[in-house]
């Protein structure tokens, strides 16, 4: 089992940055990947970034430039910080643990960008 939190989420204006943390727990030995979700109202949870257990990352082409993932492993932590940000990008935020056997998620924060 895996257990996940994220923090900082908030309200920002148009054009500022804020820092998501996703902090991991449990059979941590076991994750392969993680991944940022998010969710707007009345759309799909979509695919944001995710990096990899050796450091590989990818990004969603909406972000690309503007946020980037990045991982603390003494502290068992998952960081995306979203710089640039705009009223699109307001959302649930979400990460995900992936094991070879199962899949985990946090309970997700709310970023908020007000124009």
């Known amino acids: 089992q895996v257990q996940l939190l994220e923090s900082g989420g908030g309200l920002v204006q148009v054009g500022g940055s804020l820092r998501l943390s996703c902090a991991a727990s449990?059979?941590?030995?076991?994750?392969?990947?993680m991944r940022w979700y998010r969710q707007a109202p009345g759309k799909q949870r979509e695919f944001v970034a995710l990096?990899?257990?050796?450091?590989?990352?990818n990004y969603a082409g909406s972000v690309e430039g503007r946020f980037t993932i990045s991982r603390d492993n003494a502290e068992n932590t998952v960081y995306l910080q979203m710089n640039s940000l705009k009223p699109e990008d307001t959302a649930v935020y979400s990460c995900?643990?992936?094991?070879?056997?199962?899949?985990?998620w946090g309970p997700g924060t709310q970023v908020t960008v007000s124009s």
């Open positions: 995900n643990a992936v094991t070879p056997r199962d899949g985990y």
């Open positions: 990096i990899t257990s050796g450091g590989t990352t």
């Open positions: 449990g059979s941590i030995l076991r994750i392969n990947l």
